[in-house]
Each structure stands twice: as structure tokens, then as C-alpha cells.
């Protein structure tokens, strides 16, 4: 069961102009369930993509990083079911003939389409029904298909994820809208999470990648929920250039500033989605950890307590056992952090209480108190390194019986 996560409404999803989404039922691996996603972009939108940095990455993936040199896109192509991922030459003979399929029926060149797979990992796309569902998602291309589109992507997630905002920019007003899907192998190092976002925006195409870039690393790059990587992980950003702003050319401008803010924005709720959404989870957690002498050492310290599995199964029993917390900082990998000066709470929205300082426990602290805490579904681990300025969060959840369940059953 989700974590505090509500499906999203169609009503609550903004078209985006220059953006139009088709689905249809394509039987890739089950029956009954939209599985097939195409979203045709306007001429002269712009797109961005950061992907896994999964050495045994996944054909489309290949291909997506080829078509993107390239530029120019028209289109992307989404199925859900099998990942074409650990399918050597014939995985990149079948990304590439999707794009040649769907290029012809758009009028456009095989380069200029997105492919991305999401599912089970060393089986063979299904082509023959895959080829054949194209047609059927174009037919049914439409500006408002962002909900459908969203469900059609999903693999075990248990709810659609999906999310718009707006903001002004250059006295226009942008729209923002974007989804992504996930639930387990997802500890994304980029550089099964795929992860769209759409705006109207005019901005320079050499601005579009660092936007992309930061974006995914404030969001899609800061959560876990099994530490995971996997072969699929696509984050990809779309601007249509529709709204009619004046092109946004220097990333000091307020303009790139606010369009960044909400794009971050976006990701960021369609990543905690993901969190929200972990396989089994029962708990949403978030590592806070501050002082440290850069960014880096400070995401090293959150990683490791959020990729626990003492730490995160502690958690889904509310066991105050929290020096596993203690000991997944320790071995984070700073040789020379004092443990003398650390401190550690623990907290949820109505309560905090110090765990650990001077090298142990917090001489107010009591397990009763933890316990309390540990029994709400948002949780919040604080760690001061002591050490310097720097601070990064990370976005996790617990491991229960149902995470075993479903990975042992995933293929079923």
C-alpha cells in the first residue's frame, strides 16, 4: 500500500501544449492493461535526457542516447512489460525497428523518436504484437492523455504518478506537467525509473541539459528504494517552445531560475512518488544529512543509512534498534569523521528527539520515545557530521515482507 500517496485526477493533469499522448493494449506480456505509450512533440521542442549509468544498460536506452546527438525529436515510444534490457544485438535490432515504425506512420526519420522499455529483464520484445500496437496508440494521440499515459507505464507500481504545476515566465505562463514509473530496483544513478517531464517553455537547447541534469540529481538521483540500479532508468525533459516566452538563453536569468524551480518541483514529487510507491512499503523516509564538508560525504553518509536493510527493516517493525543507524554512517566511507562530535535525531512531523551524540546515546534519549516515533508512516533521520557546510537529503522506505513477496512473484 502506498505511503500518503493519492492517485492523480485527469482533472489536475495541464495539457501541454506541443504535446500529445496516445496508448493502446498491445499484449507485450499481460492482457487487459493499456501497455503501449506514444508521445508525438510539436516541430522545434526541445529534449534532454539523463539516463542509468547501469553498465549493462538497456537497448533503447543505447539507442535514446544516439537519437538525442542527433537531435531534432518528434516522438517518443514507451512499453511496459519487457525491458529490452540483457538482449544483445537483436535488443538494439528491435529498439531501432520500433522507431522505424513509428517514423513511417509519423512522416518522420527513425532518429528522430525516443524508444524506452520498462519490465522484465533478458526476454525478447514481443515485435510482432509491439509493431502492431503503434497504430493503434497513434490513433488515439491527444493533448489531455497524460493520465492514461501514466498508467499505461507502470510496471509494479500500485498507483498512477503523475503531476502538473505553472509558473510565470517572460509574463507567459508556463505549464509543466510530467510522470514517471517505479516501485522497485530503484536506486537511480544517472546520469526500472522512467521519468517524463513536458513544459511550453522556448529555452536554449545548450541550457536544456544542465536543467535536465540538476533536476534529476535534486530528485530522481536522490532516492532509493532498494539500492537497485537499473538497466532502464530514463529521465527525460521536453520543451515545446509553445507558450510564446522569449527564448530563455543564460541560466543566470530569473527566467531560467523560476522555470528550473518548477520543473525541479515536479520531479521532485514524481520521484518521493516512487518512494511513496516502493514495493511493500509501509513507510516514507527521509535522510537529512547536514555539516558535511561538501555534498558528496554527505550523500555517502544519507545513501548508506537509506540502503540499509538493518536500518529499513528496523523501520517497518518500529524496533528502536537505531544503532544500525550509527553503524551504516561508519561505514559510509569518510575515514576521518570524528564520531565524537556526530549527532543524530529522530524525528516525524509532530515530534524529534536526539538519538546520538558524543559517540553514543543521547543522554535525554529513551526507547519508548523512539518507538512512538517510529510508528508513523513519515519518518525523518537528522545526521550533523560536524564538519562543514553541506547538507543532502535522501528519499527512502522500508523493506517488508510484501518487497520479498513481490520480487519473488514478479515474473508470475
Not at 493533469?13 to 496516445?22: E, F, I, S
Not at 500500485?158 to 510565470?168: F, P, R, W, Y
Not at 522497485?184 to 526500472?192: C, E, F, L, S
Not at 516502493?278 to 516514507?284: L, P
Request: hydrophobic share 45%; proline share 4%; with cysteine.
Amino acid at each position: 500500500m502506498a505511503v500518503n500517496l493519492k492517485p492523480p485526477a485527469p482533472a489536475g493533469l495541464r495539457p501541454v501544449p506541443g504535446v500529445r499522448l496516445g496508448v493502446a493494449e498491445a499484449g507485450i506480456r499481460k492482457t487487459g492493461r493499456n501497455d503501449l505509450t506514444v508521445i508525438e512533440l510539436a516541430p522545434g521542442s526541445q529534449v534532454a535526457g539523463v539516463f542509468t549509468q547501469n553498465r549493462f544498460c538497456a537497448a533503447p536506452v543505447t539507442v535514446c542516447r544516439e537519437h538525442l546527438a542527433i537531435g531534432n525529436i518528434r516522438a517518443l515510444v514507451i512499453n511496459t512489460g519487457i525491458a529490452n534490457a540483457g538482449t544483445g544485438e537483436q535488443g538494439l535490432k528491435d529498439a531501432r525497428a520500433t522507431c522505424e515504425a513509428l517514423a513511417k506512420i509519423l512522416s518522420v526519420s527513425s532518429s528522430q523518436i525516443l524508444p524506452f522499455s520498462t519490465g522484465v529483464i533478458l526476454e525478447p520484445l514481443p515485435m510482432n504484437r509491439l509493431l502492431a500496437g503503434l497504430p493503434h496508440a497513434y490513433a488515439h494521440l491527444r493533448d489531455d492523455g497524460w493520465f492514461d499515459a501514466a498508467h499505461a507505464i507502470m510496471t509494479t507500481d500500485t498507483i498512477a504518478k503523475a503531476v502538473s504545476e505553472q509558473v510565470m515566465v517572460g509574463g507567459k505562463t508556463i505549464t509543466v506537467t510530467g510522470m514517471s514509473k517505479g516501485a522497485g530496483m530503484i536506486r537511480p544513478n544517472m546520469a526500472t525509473m522512467l521519468g517524463f517531464v513536458a513544459c511550453d517553455a522556448a529555452i536554449s537547447p545548450s541550457l536544456l541539459p544542465t536543467l535536465a541534469r540538476d533536476a534529476a540529481d535534486a530528485s530522481f538521483n536522490s532516492i532509493t528504494v532498494d539500492g537497485d540500479t537499473s538497466t532502464n532508468d530514463s529521465f527525460i525533459v521536453i520543451a515545446t517552445g509553445q507558450a510564446g516566452n522569449v527564448e530563455i538563453t543564460d541560466a543566470d536569468s530569473h527566467d531560467y531560475r523560476e522555470l528550473a524551480r518548477a520543473i525541479t518541483a515536479v520531479a521532485i514529487r514524481l520521484a518521493q512518488s516512487i518512494v511513496r510507491d516502493g514495493e511493500g512499503a509501509t513507510k516514507f523516509m527521509s535522510i537529512v544529512v547536514d555539516g558535511g564538508a561538501n555534498r558528496e560525504e554527505c550523500r555517502k553518509v544519507a545513501y548508506a543509512v537509506a540502503h540499509s536493510p538493518l536500518v529499513k527493516t528496523a523501520f517497518f517493525a518500529s524496533d528502536p534498534n537505531l544503532g544500525r543507524i550509527l553503524a551504516a554512517i561508519g561505514y559510509a566511507g569518510i575515514d576521518t569523521l570524528d564520531v565524537g562530535r556526530l549527532r543524530v535525531w529522530l524525528g516525524n512531523p509532530d515530534e524529534k528527539t536526539l538519538v546520538a551524540e558524543r559517540g553514543g546515546r543521547a543522554a535525554g534519549y529513551d526507547e519508548e520515545t523512539g518507538a512512538r516515533i517510529m510508528k508513523n508512516a513519515e519518518l525523518t533521520i537528522q545526521v550533523d557530521l560536524a564538519r562543514g557546510p553541506a547538507s543532502a537529503n535522501v528519499w527512502t522506505c522500508d523493506f517488508s515482507y510484501d518487497y520479498v513477496k513481490i520480487n519473488a512473484d514478479y515474473r508470475s
